[in-house]
Structure formats: C-alpha cells, structure tokens
C-alpha cells in the first residue's frame, strides 16, 4: 500500500495556464505538507496544513493555492504557471501537530516543467 | 536561515567511512536526517531531539550538538545502497515544526 500518493507524476505545461496537483496520505497522519525542490536540489516549504488548518504559509507567491477538503488530502493549485514554476513539488505528512520531533514520509514527487 | 551542510560531495570506495556535518545559525530544537536517491523522493533516516543525543541504526548514526548547534552524519563501512543525497533538516524553536533543509551532500560509493 503507497504511504503517501501524488497525482500526476510528471506534469507538461505552457506558460499562463493552471493546473493541479493532488496528494493522499493512508498513514492516518495530522499533518501535510507541500516541498518544492529546484534544479540545485534545494528543498525548500512551501505550506503545511495540520487537521484541514494552514500553519504554514512560506513566501510562495499568491498564485499558488493549497487546498485540504479533509486531513489525508491536501491539493496545490498553481494559477498562470511560470517559467520558474518548474521544479518537483513532494507532498509529505507527519504524525501530530508539528514536524519537528516526527518523521515526515515523502510523496513520490510531481516533475513540473512549465514551457 | 538555511543550514550548511559539509562537505557537499564526497566519493568513496565500498568499506571506506564518511562524516557529513550540519551547521545552523540558529538554535536548534531538532535536527531530521534524510537520504534521497536519483529520482527518488527523500527518506527519512533518523531524528535527532536532545542535545548530545547521539543515535544509529545498522551503520548510520548521528550526533547534536546543541549548544554548537551542529549534527553530523556517520556512515561507516558504505555500502553501494548508501550512494545519494543526504539532507539535514533543522527546526528551530517556535517555528511551528517548519523543516529547513540544507543544500545536500551527494555521496557516490563506487565498488
């Protein structure tokens, strides 16, 4: 059984359009989260929801929109997508309130590449 | 404030030892430890949460070092499967558990 799941796994788009990616944890965990990891590997938050909350919100640009209907899903949204957009975005989820004394399990990662 | 990790590559043969620090300018409530393969998503290899704490399985372990706000990484006798990249992730005191995770440091173990 896959811990944590995304959809799509590779993702081709034009500059200007919208698209959406999906996440689903079955670990029964509190908290998701949203990566984004550039061409230099440099994995850095984006958002983190505990319970349907947002408690973390990083410097992302207001295009980019999380979505949790219920705590094993968190979506990203990504509204007229640029070039820079392009990276592998890992969801990942952790049990209780914070990530910081839990381990956090990692998606298998969305390729993003915005032409 | 993004933790340096050191070295940032490193080549060894199967047998051969490594350490890979991880440094942080800030005080540390935590330190995660990851690996990620070529393609892969990160892994998750341990946590550290006291300071001194020094913890391992198989032949991987780690060291804290709160007050130099510091953790580093021991592989002994690599192994082939060791190959990757390695990522510290720190958190810091009233952050709300928010990860943040070194640059990486890419170990090749060559037979």
């Known amino acids: 059984d896959t811990a944590v799941s995304q959809t799509p796994k590779y993702l081709v788009t034009q500059m200007g359009n919208d698209k959406s990616i999906k996440c689903e944890q079955n670990?029964?965990?509190?908290?998701m989260y949203w990566y984004k990891q550039d061409s230099k590997k440099f994995l850095k938050i984006m958002f983190s929801?505990?319970?349907?909350?947002?408690?973390i919100n990083e410097t992302v640009p207001n295009r980019f929109s999380p979505k949790s209907p219920d705590k094993a899903h968190l979506n990203l949204h990504i509204n007229s997508l640029e070039l820079g957009d392009s990276a592998v975005y890992f969801c990942?989820?952790?049990?209780?309130?914070?990530?910081?004394?839990?381990?956090?399990?990692f998606g298998p990662g969305t390729r993003l590449t915005v032409l | 404030q993004q933790p340096v990790q050191s070295p940032q590559a490193v080549i060894l043969r199967e047998g051969e030892d490594a350490v890979i620090n991880c440094s942080s300018s800030k005080a540390l409530y935590s330190v995660h430890w990851y690996r990620q393969k070529h393609g892969e998503a990160p892994v998750f290899l341990m946590i550290?949460?006291?300071?001194?704490e020094q913890k391992g399985h198989d032949k991987i372990s780690a060291s804290f070092n709160e007050k130099k706000q510091q953790s580093s990484l021991y592989l002994t006798a690599s192994q082939l499967s060791y190959s990757g990249t390695y990522f510290c992730g720190t958190d810091h005191y009233n952050q709300g558990g928010k990860l943040i995770f070194g640059q990486g440091t890419e170990l090749s173990v060559k037979p």
């Open positions: 929801y505990n319970n349907k909350e947002l408690i």
């Open positions: 670990l029964g965990h509190d908290t």
């Open positions: 990942a989820s952790s049990q209780e309130g914070t990530g910081g004394y839990n381990e956090q399990f």
């Open positions: 550290l949460l006291k300071g001194g």
